[in-house]
Structures are given as C-alpha cells and as structure tokens.
C-alpha cells in the first residue's frame, strides 16, 4: 500500500494499542504451556514459571527463572511510554492491523520454538550451534 503512492511520505504501521513487556512475556509462555509469577521491583523483578502444561517446553520446570532485569539493556534516554499512532496509514492508505499483538506474539514463539526443535536436533547428533549470538 506504501510503495505505490506517488509521494513519499513516512507511515506509522502499529496497533494503536499498548501493552507492556510483562503482558508479552506473560503471553509469550502462555503459548509454550508456562505460567509465570511475577515478584519483586525494579532491578530486582523476575518472573517464576508457576506450573508447565503439555510438551512444548520440556526443558522448563517449576521454580525456574524465566526472566530477569538487566540494566544493561535500558535505554541511555529511556521514554516513559511507546505507542504508535496509525491515523496517518489509516486514512491515506486504509489500512488497518490484520491481527493482534496476541496473534503476532504467538506467530513468534511458534517460529522460534520451530528453530530451538531444530537446534536441539542438531545438538542431539553432535553438532553445536549457537541459539543466539549476542554482542
């Protein structure tokens, strides 16, 4: 729909909804079969897998820590809220989101939980490769 126009002009492709980081990680385990409490504040917050249902993370047990803060990766100048306004694409375009932020997230985990399959399959037979490589 952007490509088209006859004038460039920048889109805001979002939602119009916000959700926070815990709601994502929260939804995020619900698709591999994970509750999660979250404790703590601040630094200190960390969310423990409270029960795991069926076989999609065999790995992960009660107790676990599936998430921890890490100063590391705040913003130098962090906003205090992130929401995109789609009015623009809206009306120009008429385009709307197709799914929600709850689709998208479970079409993520699936994609990764396929590549995590692929590794540990990989990792069965001998060979190593990393899962991520951070830098």
Not at 105 to 123: G, N, Q, S
């Amino acid at each position: 729909m952007i490509l088209p126009q006859e004038t460039t002009e920048d889109y805001v492709i979002a939602t119009g909804s916000q959700y926070s980081v815990r709601e994502f990680i929260t939804w995020s385990a619900a698709e591999l079969g994970i509750t999660l409490e979250f404790s703590g504040s601040g630094v200190e917050e960390v969310a423990t897998v409270t029960s795991v249902s069926g076989d999609m993370a065999p790995a992960v047990t009660s107790g676990d820590v599936l998430m921890r803060i890490d100063p590391r990766y705040f913003r130098p100048a962090e906003v205090e809220t992130l929401l995109g306004d789609p009015a623009k694409a809206k009306t120009k375009l008429g385009w709307v989101p197709e799914i929600t932020a709850q689709e998208m997230c479970a079409e993520m985990v699936a994609e990764d939980l396929k590549t995590a399959r692929r590794h540990a399959l990989l990792k069965t037979h001998g060979m190593e490769t990393p899962m991520a490589v951070e830098g």
